[in-house]
């Protein structure tokens, strides 16, 4: 079996580590193709290196664009890649132009396409994600979910016949890169200047184009994490500090200390360093569950319901509207007293996914 893994920003490659990993203890071929969507080494290159993630076979380069000039890079460049490897499974992942870009790229040539982390919604159509994520959903002849909940949604759009349900792979990967942290397999956490690893911090980050591309909205979140009595350790995405310098915002003010991205199990580790979560990424949302942090998520919505369960995630669209001494409490509250439960799987999924594909190119559906 020939499977094509198609890659392209920070979460993916995250994804890619233990399906790699799974299928390097295969006899299937397995090809790896980045495109490039995000090409800053930050957010790139440093998690190839840092996850022991084999080398992309091919790289695209596709770079930054709009949606569509960038979607529509990738889908040409992935063409000839696809009609000369032959494969029989594309595999894509989550919800970028990369994920729908490579999935359409495979329907139109009659290559199997099957979509991992499949059936998330947030139900908020004005997210470029949300587009991505259901388009690819309905164009794919297999779904691999990764919670119930995503099934719940699959079936509601009749996609229940083509979806399997594995488990979630970032929990293999989180939960593995957390027992090396904690082994001392790890160093300290790579934390901005000003941050004291021994001392109460709060973990930030921020990216999101409705949070960052208005800049009233934008200079109000910062003023909000800046206002916070605990010293916040903000990992500076590109999107925000180029909307911050065109806009004339200083990020580093107040409780904020501004630094940049960081590999994996640095962000594992400094998570776990922390006594919180402040964030609009619904990778991060997830990796603060498991690894038992609370989390504020400046969103009206969540693809992740169940970190919601026990307030271990809450939901703050606007901090600017709960008051001050709300916001405060709220961002540093204690984490509860509620175990987390194990919604998102048990470590295997990747197992399950190489598993079920290998199952499904046989005709064998159960």
């Given amino acids: 079996m020939k499977v094509i893994s198609v890659v392209g920003a920070r979460p993916q490659l995250v994804k890619l580590a233990p399906i790699a990993a ?24 440093v998690f190839f290196s840092g996850l022991g993630i084999p080398d992309p076979d091919v790289h695209l380069g596709i770079g930054s664009g709009s949606h569509g000039v960038q979607t529509g890079r990738i889908l040409a460049a992935m063409d000839p890649v696809l009609a000369e490897e032959q494969p029989d499974w594309v595999l894509v992942y989550g919800d970028t132009n990369s994920t729908l870009a490579g999935a359409v790229s ?35 002849d297999l779904l691999l979910a990764p919670t119930g909940e995503a099934l719940r949604h699959l079936t509601n759009e009749g996609l229940a016949d083509r979806t399997v349900v594995t488990g979630d792979v970032m929990v293999d990967v989180c939960l593995q890169v957390r027992d090396r942290v904690l082994a001392g397999g790890h160093p300290r956490p790579e934390l901005p200047d000003g941050i004291d690893p021994e001392q109460p911090y709060l973990l930030a980050t921020l990216h999101r184009a409705e949070n960052t591309d208005d ?33 004339g915002l200083k990020l580093a003010q107040g409780a904020l200390h501004v630094g940049r991205p960081v590999g994996y199990a640095a962000m594992v580790a400094a998570v776990l360093g922390s006594v919180g979560v402040v964030t609009d990424s619904g990778g991060l949302q997830k990796e603060a569950y498991l690894l038992g942090r609370p989390c504020t998520t400046l969103r009206s919505e969540t693809e992740w319901l169940e970190t919601l369960d026990g307030d271990w995630n809450r939901l703050v669209p606007d901090p600017a509207t709960l008051g001050t001494q709300t916001w405060v409490d709220t961002a540093t509250r204690p984490a509860p007293a509620t175990p987390t439960g194990t919604p998102f799987g048990d470590g295997r ?18």
Avoid: C
């Avoid at 295969?26 to 995000?38: A, C, L």
């Fill in 106 to 140: 495979a329907v139109k040539q009659h290559f199997r396409v099957a979509h991992l982390e499949a059936g998330l919604r947030s139900f908020n159509r004005r997210m470029p994600e949300e587009h991505n994520r259901v388009l690819t959903d309905h164009a794919a």
């Fill in 22 to 45: 799974a299928f390097g203890r295969t006899g299937h071929r397995h090809v790896i193709v980045h495109t490039g969507q995000h090409y800053d080494a930050d957010l790139s290159d």
């Fill in 215 to 247: 800049p009233a909205r934008l200079a109000s979140l910062v003023e909000a994490l800046a206002g916070l009595p605990v010293p916040v350790a903000l990992l500076a995405h590109p999107r925000l500090v180029a909307r911050a310098e065109a806009q």
């Fill in 349 to 366: 999924a990747a197992e399950r996914v190489v598993e079920t594909l290998e199952r499904w190119l046989d005709g064998r559906t159960g």
